[in-house]
């Protein structure tokens, strides 16, 4: 957005009414996320994150509105990762609470809650980017500009292991499944690297060592689960060592590895490379870092939560802080003037370090705050980050490659909410596999 506009709704909004808030008043923020069902990994961590990062919160004497301080209170709504449920919750939090924020997963539950939330100006982050379009001028995606950040672990590793030189793909044909694959087809071009096989599978019929049977017929160097669910990663994960594979995996997350190392080797878990560190991290206290202690935010949630670690455990807190920042500096919790000021002079402090917001290219609006990624692999059986890489410099570089592989799998902005996938013989070398459910 032209530094120009953003004075001018930053100047508007000064002249808007402010909520008014009564000294002992919550500033409430909705959680509108699947907090059971298979989806439950990718919104109950988040959830139990946030609740720690309210508390310590009011310990330190709350969010400061015209000269006030209010604790802020995180009210949840378990959609299930239900689209028809998501509206409905929705429509509780912002009428029956009057949540200021309204974080969410999102994916296939955004579309129904679309209307709504443009409707009512209602402040709502996705994990999900390519939820973004023109359509949707008060969602942002400020923290995980998923599935972009993937080209960060196969630039990374093209560059530390050139001798790898093909790869096998699975993903799930979903909302969240095609446009990582898209992202991975671009990387892996982009780095030189074969893509020899490529397998989309419905989540609701899923058979892991058919399917990575199938990807180990070309003997690939590299494996990716792409951003599968946690249940695929594992069932995945445990095919191939029980295939006696011995070489590269890479996958978008890594959640609960320390089970996976349980039930294969330490030595063939070695390398297995993702997108998310543990916060216990020391590359995390690194300054340029904007996440308040992470290592105390994960020696808090391990203890209260243990076992329960995952890429979300900290994202959702991620936004929470950039919205806290953002409703200081503009001294009112109103949407729209909080996300005029959260935008303010198109950058943004992103967990990871300065970025600054960007996607009209491939979302049609500059709703995505990007920056740069670590690049995480397991050593010694601990998840480390290996590098941090820059989103920015390669989409400079590759951006029109990205583009070109996202219209094929149907997930520009102007290609509608059901994604079109060619059809099996359009695609040489490519498959769609049906399989039972893994017992």
Not at 34 to 58: F, H, M, R
Not at 253 to 261: A, E, K, S
Request: net charge negative; glycine share 8%.
């Amino acid at each position: 957005m032209p530094s120009s506009n953003l004075t001018s709704r930053l100047t508007v909004s000064a002249t808007l009414p402010r909520y008014r808030l009564k000294a002992s008043e919550a500033v409430k923020v909705g959680f509108l996320a699947p907090l059971s069902g298979d989806v439950q990994a990718w919104g109950e961590p988040g959830y139990n994150g946030c609740q720690i990062w309210a508390e310590w919160i009011k310990e330190a004497g709350g969010i400061l509105v015209s000269g006030r301080h209010h604790k802020i209170e995180i009210v949840p709504f378990d959609c299930g990762y239900d689209p028809e449920l998501a509206l409905t919750g929705a429509r509780e939090l912002v009428h029956d609470h009057d949540v200021k924020l309204l974080m969410m997963l999102g994916g296939d539950t955004f579309p129904p809650v679309q209307e709504f939330v443009t409707r009512n100006k209602v402040l709502t982050s996705t994990l999900l980017p390519s939820d973004l379009s023109p359509d949707t001028p008060y969602l942002i995606a400020p923290c995980e500009v998923h599935p972009i950040y993937n080209v960060t672990g196969v630039d990374w590793l093209a560059e530390t292991r050139p001798e790898l030189k093909t790869a096998a793909l699975c993903a799930q044909r979903d909302s969240l499944g095609l446009p990582s694959a898209a992202t991975y087809r671009a990387a892996f071009e982009a780095a030189g690297i074969d893509l020899v096989k490529e397998i989309f599978f419905p989540v609701q019929s899923f058979d892991a060592a058919a399917i990575v049977s199938a990807m180990l017929a070309d003997q690939p160097h590299i494996l990716c689960w792409d951003t599968s669910y946690e249940p695929f990663v594992h069932a995945l994960t445990e095919a191939a060592f029980a295939q006696g594979y011995s070489g590269q995996i890479m996958s978008c997350t890594g959640d609960d590895y320390q089970r996976l190392i349980a039930r294969t080797s330490a030595s063939f878990m070695e390398g297995f490379l993702f997108q998310f560190p543990d916060f216990d991290d020391p590359a995390l206290n690194a300054h340029k870092v904007n996440f308040g202690r992470p290592n105390a935010f994960y020696e808090e949630f391990t203890r209260r939560f243990p076992g329960t670690w995952s890429a979300v455990s900290w994202e959702y807190v991620s936004v929470l802080e950039l919205w806290k920042s953002a409703v200081e500096a503009a001294n009112t919790v109103e949407p729209v003037s909080v996300l005029a000021a959260m935008k303010a002079g198109g950058r943004g402090a992103h967990a990871f370090g300065e970025a600054h917001w960007w996607g009209r290219d491939l979302f049609g609006i500059d709703n995505a705050l990007v920056g740069d990624w670590p690049v995480v692999a397991i050593r010694d059986g601990k998840a480390r980050i290996q590098d941090f890489r820059s989103i920015p410099n390669w989409l400079e570089r590759h951006g029109d490659l990205l583009k070109h592989h996202m219209r094929g799998l149907g997930q520009l902005w102007d290609q509608r909410v059901v994604p079109r996938m060619p059809a099996d013989e359009e695609v040489p070398g490519h498959q769609f596999l049906r399989g039972q459910r893994a017992g």
